[in-house]
């Protein structure tokens, strides 16, 4: 259900005690067989090696293709094949000016790019990208992947990533991938459960104009297999989601305390209004069931005391507010931006994004990715909020809901449109999904 991503240092440990010259051929000669296998028209490349073992991998590859056939260019205008080894998993920082001009270079040729290992630029431990970086479209990574090609920035510059057998057992990895396999985890309704012990959520949210969001994570919730999903809202908006969510009981938003007494889940925040956080903080502080925090129910959020499983969905906005940062410098900085984050609020926190994040006190971060390019729609977080409440409702520990609920999420949107998708869409698509797994 998770793979290990690794950074450079548990490279290093992989790599301790074998001979580094069969390393390096092992690696050249996948770099050499997968560049031949993608790009089998190319008859010339280039090759920009560094001084360091990423080089000479680069170098054992660029050998291989002259026996193979391949004449190497002089000048990367002529090349119809770049080989990237220029800088490898051990970079920190911004590539100095004249490496950095190299990759300008690379970048700037129509041919496509190899890279090794890891495009160079990209810092392998976090997917950060502090000066110039490589823009590849393949890179062959050795023994397992890198923390920065599952984590953006770097991920978006890793093109299709291949990973290459050199030998190497095993190891303990901080971060890790999580696969679709933990789907399997999430609970299905027994023979002798209620609607209530099959899941009862509350959602609080749906203020005027915003009663769709809502909606959706009603609706989410009910075809994520909840078996109970009640609304609390404004008066004034009860009669809109009447017709919206025809399973859903509705409350009256100064009912919502009353009303958590039933629910083993709460989502709070979608559509809720940024005037309600007092309600917010006493929904949190005064229950004890576990809570998906989102939306209007982030803002200007504190530190809370309480010991049922939370998790914040923030979306890199949202966690730049939290933590009285850019949102740049969140995007820049992910992996630092959800231990932050789960330090300030010790719980869990799911970081909404193409590479999604999710951190939890005392543990490593797990990384959901995947190419879903089609959830960048409104009401998709409002989707994933309902999803995750029916699975923490289900009795799902907090961190592995969240990585189910992103994965269904995920799923949902490969089973629909690839343009035009909306939210309602991704709800429809669930319950084929569950049963998928």
Not at 78 to 97: F, S
Not at 247 to 261: F, I, N, W
Request: aromatic share 2%; glycine share 10%.
């Amino acid at each position: 259900m998770l793979a290990p991503l690794y950074t450079a240092e548990e490279m290093k440990a992989a790599e301790a005690g074998h001979d580094v010259e069969t390393l390096m051929h092992r690696a050249g000669t996948s770099v050499a067989e997968e560049a031949l296998h993608r790009f089998p028209e190319a008859r010339t490349f280039v090759l920009h090696a560094g001084k360091g073992a990423n080089g000479g991998d680069g170098r054992i590859a660029a050998r291989l293709l002259e026996e193979r056939g391949l004449r190497r260019a002089e000048a990367d205008a002529d090349a119809e094949l770049v080989i990237d080894a220029l800088l490898g998993t051990g970079m920190q920082g911004a590539p100095r000016d004249e490496t950095a001009r190299e990759i300008e270079r690379i970048n700037a040729s129509a041919a496509p790019v190899v890279a090794v290992d890891i495009p160079s630029g990209v810092d392998a431990s976090t997917g950060e990208v502090a000066g110039a970086a490589v823009r590849a479209d393949l890179t062959v990574t050795m023994h397992a992947a890198k923390v920065g090609l599952a984590v953006g920035p770097g991920a978006f510059l890793a093109g299709d990533v291949v990973v290459a057998d050199i030998g190497l057992e095993p190891g303990d990895t901080t971060c890790r991938r999580v696969l679709p396999e933990i789907l399997s985890l999430v609970p299905a309704k027994r023979p002798e459960d209620s609607k209530y012990s099959a899941g009862s959520v509350l959602v609080v949210g749906g203020a005027r104009g915003t009663s769709g969001a809502a909606a959706l994570s009603a609706r989410a919730a009910f075809r994520a297999d909840a078996g109970y999903v009640a609304i609390a809202a404004p008066a004034e908006v009860l009669p809109t989601l009447e017709t919206l969510v025809l399973e859903a009981v509705k409350r009256p938003l100064e009912d919502a305390l009353a009303a958590a007494e039933r629910a083993s889940a709460l989502a709070l925040g979608p559509g809720l209004g940024r005037e309600q956080k007092a309600l917010v903080r006493r929904l949190l502080e005064t229950t004890d069931v576990p809570a998906v925090v989102d939306a209007d129910a982030l803002h200007e959020l504190e530190p809370f005391e309480r010991s049922a499983a939370t998790v914040l969905t923030p979306h890199s906005g949202e966690l730049s507010r939290l933590l009285g940062v850019d949102s740049a410098w969140v995007d820049a900085h992910r992996l630092e931006a959800v231990r932050r984050a789960v330090e300030r609020y010790r719980c869990v926190v799911l970081l909404k994004g193409a590479d999604t994040l999710i951190g939890a006190p005392g543990e490593g971060t797990w990384v959901v990715g995947g190419d879903a390019p089609s959830l960048a729609t409104a009401g998709s977080g409002d989707v994933l909020t309902g999803i995750l409440a029916a699975f923490l409702a289900k009795g799902m520990g907090a961190r592995e809901a969240a990585a189910a609920a992103t994965v269904a999420q995920r799923r949902a949107a490969a089973a629909g449109p690839k343009r035009g998708l909306i939210a309602s869409d991704l709800i429809e698509a669930l319950p084929g999904c569950l049963a998928q797994s």
